[in-house]
């Protein structure tokens, strides 16, 4: 059983298209991570969010905690945002132990 | 702007031979996290470690683990007896309460 699904598992996108990418949990949290793992393997926590939306440039992050489901949008998506999206959930509250999603692999063509 | 960092970047190992990885925190960073991703595969928690000791661990970290602060800026991973299964990206990460920031990882290569 996975407690963090992610959808699509591939997105492959045209410069400039708005992108969603899909998070839905099974365990009750009290936040939620977003991630960008690079090709190089490197790990940036891009939000973290516990209600409502959050926007960071061309990225948006909404949760709806009853729904227990999260999504990350990329506005006038660019090849540089080619990377691969991870949710990560904590298991506790202390909100030390993670669980991750699989991830989505993000590619976006010139 | 602050970061976590480790060393080295790739560290090839024979099988049976003791690893340390090494991460440096930031600073003012209170919580300490090793995670690992095994190729292809999704990241997966190991340990965190708060007041110099462990706070939570996963299945994945058992008696071949051990994590030091060995003094106020280090934060290091211990493999005693490296096993080709342990073959994985680390990732150090730090926290002052939730928010994550992640090291840049160290590619373990067990032959």
């Known amino acids: 059983k996975n407690e963090v699904e992610q959808s699509p598992q591939n997105l492959t996108a045209q410069e400039g298209e708005f992108i969603t990418i899909n998070c839905s949990y099974s365990?009750?949290?009290?936040?939620l991570h977003w991630l960008q793992q690079h090709p190089g393997g490197g790990i940036v926590s891009l939000f973290m969010l516990s209600s409502g939306k959050k926007k960071h440039g061309r990225l948006i992050a909404t949760i709806n905690i009853q729904e227990k489901h999260s999504s990350l949008h990329i506005t006038a998506s660019h090849p540089r945002d080619s990377a691969v999206y991870i949710c990560?959930?904590?298991?506790?509250?202390?909100?030390?132990?993670?669980?991750f999603g699989t991830g989505t692999s993000l590619t976006v063509i010139p | 702007e602050p970061e976590v960092t480790q060393t080295p970047s790739h560290q090839v190992t024979q099988m049976g031979q003791e690893v340390i990885l090494r991460c440096v925190p930031i600073?003012?960073?209170?919580?300490f996290y090793w995670y690992r991703q095994i190729l292809g595969q999704k990241v997966e928690f190991l340990v965190s470690f708060y007041n110099n000791e462990i706070s939570e661990k996963s299945e994945i970290f058992d008696d071949q683990f051990s994590v030091e602060r060995p003094d106020g800026s280090n934060f290091t991973l211990k493999i005693r007896s490296t096993k080709l299964e342990d073959s994985a990206m680390y990732f150090c990460?730090?926290?002052?309460?939730?928010?994550?920031?992640f090291g840049p990882g160290t590619r373990l290569t067990v032959t």
């Open positions: 600073s003012n960073h209170l919580y």
């Open positions: 365990v009750g949290i009290s936040a």
């Open positions: 990460a730090s926290s002052v309460y939730y928010e994550q920031y």
């Open positions: 990560a959930v904590p298991l506790s509250n202390t909100g030390n132990q993670f669980y």
